[in-house]
């Protein structure tokens, strides 16, 4: 199966191009951004050896979706989306923060829980909670955005303050985006017979100084979600939700000694296993906008997204 894992395109007017794990974005003239969603797979901020088919489409067509749903709460970078892996957008200056929010006490939050923390992001987490469970109320936990392959890592809404890494002014119109998004994202998936359990929103400034979202918004990357049937009866059995997300994937690494730390190796990622992601990546996009996933061309991948992106940016 043809997948799209890198990419060196030479669009005109490109300025430069920014690599990031799974996307790789091309600035035209300092104007536009053109982001390629490509079928890399990232897990514990570490890129895997073999791309996942269709994951890169999956991820933009979803994002693309929602920043339509979304864009009469909080505006959005997006302008077009040429090809099923591209969206162009206008070129922001990007906040150092990415606005973590957590409905339940799942994934990074259910581990740090089973450590004993009871606090997160400076957020105070109560006592007598089990993986899974809702938290009273949604909590913001904040991750910086690590450069060069580093590890994101939790910071503190008063650390973002008191560094001077997003202003107070900036920061509560963060919070508050972030909240009106969940909310929205919430309701959608609710609708869907699903449960938004936590996810993470990028935010950015256009030249013109306006707050807008940026990025991917409700992938399975970036989100967890729970099948709304039978969560509380698994919950009170103690059994494990059923879950669509990226979570199985790190599970899976996880299982297999790995979780990004110096001397582990990656498992063997066999065709058998890329497959079964590319199914549950295909499952989610079917289930969270119930509508048919439809592949693309795959014949050739990278001809197809350079044609494309050429033919917009000439009629633009």
């Not at 890198?6 to 794990?21: A, C, E, L």
């Not at 693309?64 to 957008?89: C, H, R, S, Y």
Request: a negative charge; glycine letters at 6%; hydrophobic letters at 35%.
């Amino acid at each position: 199966m043809n997948t799209i894992t890198t990419t060196n395109f030479n669009f005109p007017n490109q300025k430069s191009v920014y690599r990031g794990k799974v996307r790789e974005v091309y600035n035209i003239n300092d104007e536009l951004l053109v982001m390629v969603a490509t079928d890399r797979l990232s897990a514990f901020d570490v890129v895997l050896p073999k791309g996942i088919p269709y994951k890169g489409q999956i991820l933009n067509q979803i994002a693309t979706k929602f920043m339509e749903l979304t864009q009469d709460i909080v505006p959005n970078w997006l302008i077009a989306t040429p090809d099923p892996n591209v969206a162009v957008g206008y070129l922001c200056e990007p906040f150092k923060v990415e606005m973590v929010i957590r409905g339940y006490v799942s994934g990074h939050a259910a581990r740090e829980y089973a450590l004993g923390k009871r606090e997160i992001c400076g957020v105070s987490m109560p006592e007598g909670l089990k993986e899974n469970d809702k938290f009273p109320t949604p909590i913001i936990t904040p991750t910086t955005k690590a450069d060069n392959g580093e590890h994101d890592a939790d910071i503190s809404r008063e650390d973002i303050l008191s560094k001077g890494i997003v202003t107070e002014e900036d920061y509560i119109v963060l919070e508050n985006y972030t909240l009106a998004l969940f909310q929205r994202g919430t309701e959608i998936a609710a609708s869907r017979g699903l449960i938004l359990v936590d996810t993470k929103y990028e935010f950015g400034k256009t030249k013109d100084g306006i707050i807008v979202l940026i990025d991917e918004i409700h992938t399975p990357d970036s989100s967890r979600y729970f099948y709304s049937e039978g969560y509380q009866e698994r919950q009170d059995r103690g059994e494990e939700q059923k879950q669509l997300s990226k979570e199985f994937v790190r599970r899976w690494l996880i299982e297999n000694n790995f979780q990004g730390l110096e001397g582990q190796h990656i498992p063997e990622m066999t065709d058998q296993y890329i497959e079964t992601v590319s199914e549950r990546y295909i499952e989610l996009y079917e289930k969270i906008l119930g509508e048919k996933f439809v592949k693309a061309d795959v014949t050739n991948i990278y001809e197809r997204i350079e044609k494309n992106v050429l033919s917009y940016l000439q009629l633009k």
